[in-house]
Structure formats: C-alpha cells, structure tokens
C-alpha cells in the first residue's frame, strides 16, 4: 500500500511541476517568443527560494516563512525571464540561443551563488546542495495520515491555477491580444496592441510560473543539489507543452504521460519485478527524455504552434 501511494504523490506531483511550468511557457509561446530559458527559470526560481530558506531564521513564524519562500521562487524566476525579453525583444537576438544561454548561465550562477551563501572556499563536485529540512516539513504532510508517504500543499495551488489560467488565456481580452501577438504582431499592433509590452508581460509570466515550478521541485526533497540544475524538468516541460498543441486542459493531461516515467525513474527499487531485472538505473533516469523524443517526432506533424512563434517583431515591417 506504501509503495502504490508513494508511487501516485510522486506522479501527481511530478504532473503538477510540468504542468505549470508548460503553462508558464505556454504565455511566453502565445506571445510569439520561445519559452526555451524553463529549465534556467526554473533554476533560479528553485535557487532564490532555497538561498530563502537557507537564512531565514527558525524563530521566524512558519507561515510568514512560507510566504518569504513562495515570494523568493515567484520573483527570482520572474527577473530572470526578463533576460530573455531583452534579448529577443529588445535586442532582436536569436530566441534559441538567448534561451540556451540562460540555462547554461542558471546553473553556473547557482553554484556561484550557493558558494557564497555557504562560505565556503571551494565546491568539489556534488557538493553544490542546500539543507532544509526544516522546510520539508513545513511544504509536505503525510498523506492520510501514513509516515513515509508525503503530499506537497503546493499541488493544491497548482490544480486551482490551472482553471483560472483557462479563463485568462480563452476568456479576457489580454489573452486574446497575447494570442494575436503571437500568431500575427502586424495586425495586433495595427488594432492598437502593443506588441513588445504584451511579450514581455506574457515572458514574466513564464517566468513566475516556471520559478513556482521549481519551488515545488526542490520542496519535495529535504535537500537539493544545484549543479543539477531543474534536473531536466524545464526541457520536459517544454515537451509537455508541444505535446499539449499550447492548451492548457491538453496541458495538463499530457504532463501525466511524461511523469509516469519520471515517477518510475525513482520508484523502481520499490517495485520487486523491476528491481529484480537489474538493469541500470541509468536507463531508467534516461527513459523519460528517450520518450520525450519519441513522442515529439510523432507528434510534430500535427503542431499547431503560434504562427509567428520565434520571430522577432519588426514595427517597420508589414
């Protein structure tokens, strides 16, 4: 019974993790810019809200100490999006490589930073990780009462975004401008839109969201190792989000078939059959980016992306 419980809280909460990340990107995406930075947003927001619970102090109220944690996430992942912005929409620079960049520079500030934080001289490999325990008890309760089996609040807050960023995307006139940005910038900015302000507020969007993602990653361990980055979850996320053709129902539906091998990925000494085969757990931890592959080149013929997905505008063209 353990084992099955264990392996449904890491499902769903592996699920809600890419679910809002994707979603994060999908406004940056609908906007017209490539949401390639999740992984490096999903870093500094996981690294602002783990430096947060480093130093705040145990005499400091439980629940002024979440909110602090909460707001940290929100904010460094929101600021670190708006990089992308200026380099894409600023500057017109090439949106994969400012976003390839962004998540080669997360990982290097976070060790940076950690170093820093910890006072420490030098950081042998491995050794980039931040403790809070403390905290794990504060984000994770036992489900139905069961020790050893943990459920995440944050899921909760994730599952009741999703309905509302639906409304906001389908349903108010600023989704509906974001989504003309996206699939035509001339014809928006013609109808009075502006083009590049409706990006960058679409971007520090992806930004908070993906930086909730990776709070709720690291909440769900006692400890997590930074040089590791969002330990891939933002390019699967990314994955999520094609593989859901940019709808946030789709979304989140689509988020479960990448989970359930991300859950097996760390579920499977549990589960005597596949314990017993003894095969590498190297295969297992590579599985979910072997299928994520797969299922994009399958799924790839039918994208529905935004028409305008990449380019950079150009309000002196037509």
């Known amino acids: 019974m353990i084992v099955v419980l264990s392996t449904i809280s890491f499902l769903v909460a592996y699920a809600c993790i890419l679910t809002i990340t994707a979603l994060g990107g999908m406004f940056s995406e609908k906007s017209g810019t490539i ?24 005499s400091l109220p439980n629940g002024l100490s979440v909110l602090i944690v909460l707001l940290a996430a929100l904010i460094g992942g929101g600021l670190y999006s708006l990089l992308l912005a200026v380099a894409s929409i600023t500057f ?22 950690i170093k820093q ?44 975004l999703i309905p509302i960023i639906y409304v906001v995307i389908y349903k108010t006139q600023y989704g509906l401008r974001l989504s003309s940005c996206g699939e035509n910038p001339s014809s928006a900015a013609s109808l009075g839109i502006n083009v590049g302000k409706t990006r960058y507020i679409g971007i520090l969007i992806s930004g908070v969201l993906a930086g909730f993602g990776g709070l709720l ?18 390019f699967l996320a990314l ?15 689509g988020a479960f078939l990448f989970s359930g091998f991300k859950t097996l990925s ?38 529905a992306g935004p028409k305008d997905l990449g380019r950079a505008y150009d309000k002196g063209k037509r």
Request: with cysteine; proline share 3%.
């Open 35 to 58: 949401a390639l930075s999740l992984e490096g947003c999903m870093t500094v927001g996981a690294l602002c809200a783990g430096i947060a619970m480093h130093l705040l102090p145990a």
């Open 92 to 113: 017109k620079a090439d949106q994969t490589l400012a976003g390839t960049a962004l998540n080669i520079l997360s990982t290097a500030l976070a060790v940076t930073l």
């Open 117 to 160: 934080v910890t006072k420490t001289d030098a950081l042998p490999a491995g050794q980039s990780r931040l403790n809070f325990t403390r905290f794990y008890e504060m984000f994770n309760f036992d489900l139905f009462g069961i020790q050893g089996v943990k459920f995440n609040w944050l899921i909760f807050i994730v599952l009741a």
């Open 217 to 234: 990653l690291v909440t769900m361990n006692a400890e997590w190792e930074f040089a590791n980055g969002a330990n891939g979850f933002g």
């Open 239 to 253: 994955a999520v989000l094609i593989f859901g053709q940019w709808k946030p129902l789709s979304i989140f539906l």
């Open 266 to 303: 760390v579920v499977y000494p549990s589960i005597d059959f596949l314990a017993n085969l003894g095969i590498s757990s190297y295969f297992y931890l590579a599985l979910p980016y072997v299928v994520c592959l797969v299922v994009l080149v399958f799924t790839s013929k039918r994208n």
